[in-house]
T-cell receptor
Framework: NAGVMQNPRHLVRRRGQEARLRCSPM?????VYWYRQLPEEGLKFMVY????????ESGMPKERFSAEFPKEGPSILRIQQVVRGDSAAYFC???????????FGEGSRLTVL | DQQVKQNSPSLSVQEGRISILNCDYT??????FLWYKKYPAEGPTFLIS?????DKNEDGRFTVFLNKSAKHLSLHIVPSQPGDSAVYFC??????????????FGKGTKLTVNP
């Protein structure tokens, strides 16, 4: 009964490179959320997806960031041309319903040099 | 525009005593509230929640109180144990027009329980 799986746990990129973070939700969960935690900050909502659909991306930066949750495979958070300010912990969460408790993964920590 | 505020970044209590973590919110549209606990290098784990139609919810050593008129909630842990040492996040749920839910988190309070 695996929980939410995120990989990689740690990712180091140089400025201008691309970062791809993957998230496999819990079995039976079709709702996926991405949150970002900057140092000394709380978790900030980025995007909410269901299979093949972006439901709410109001927290996503307008440029360089994209997310998908394909019919098969994990959800992907993609950051193009990373900058130092993208360094953060990115948490994925899943839920079996549109409301209720979210189950979080252990996070992916991105460091941009 | 911080809709959920945890004004105490840290709290230190003695083992066996009560820990009280506070949270204030500004958006009256929040329909329920949750507390998450987070250890270093781990993801947040759900602790307890309360619906906006209730004023108290209890689960073992953990009790959450909601004061809607003051837009304030608190988490009480009694008795506190060293294993409770973690960062506690207050979160509020907002149902969007599209029917999806969004959790808005506070910045967290780091609780240290001293043996």
């Amino acid at each position: 009964n695996a929980g939410v799986m995120q990989n990689p746990r740690h990712l180091v990129r140089r400025r201008g490179q691309e970062a791809r973070l993957r998230c496999s939700p819990m079995k039976g969960h079709s709702h996926v959320y991405w949150y970002r935690q900057l140092p000394e900050e709380g978790l900030k909502f980025m995007v909410y997806l269901q299979k093949e659909n972006i439901i709410d991306e109001s927290g996503m930066p307008k440029e360089r960031f994209s997310a998908e949750f394909p019919k098969e495979g994990p959800s992907i958070l993609r950051i193009q041309q990373v900058v130092r300010g993208d360094s953060a912990a990115y948490f994925c969460a899943s839920s079996p319903f549109t409301t209720g408790e979210l189950f979080f993964g252990e996070g992916s920590r991105l460091t941009v040099l | 525009d911080q809709q959920v505020k945890q004004n105490s970044p840290s709290l230190s209590v003695q083992e066996g005593r009560i820990s009280i973590l506070n949270c204030d919110y500004t958006n009256s549209m929040f329909d329920y509230f949750l507390w998450y606990k987070k250890y270093p290098a781990e993801g947040p784990t759900f602790l307890i929640s309360i619906s906006s139609i209730k004023d108290k919810n209890e689960d073992g050593r953990f009790t959450v109180f909601l004061n809607k008129s003051a837009k304030h909630l608190s988490l009480h842990i009694v008795p506190s144990q060293p294993g409770d040492s973690a960062v506690y996040f207050c979160a509020a749920s907002l149902l969007t027009q599209g029917g999806s839910e969004k959790l808005v988190f506070g910045k967290g309070t780091k609780l240290t329980v001293n043996p």
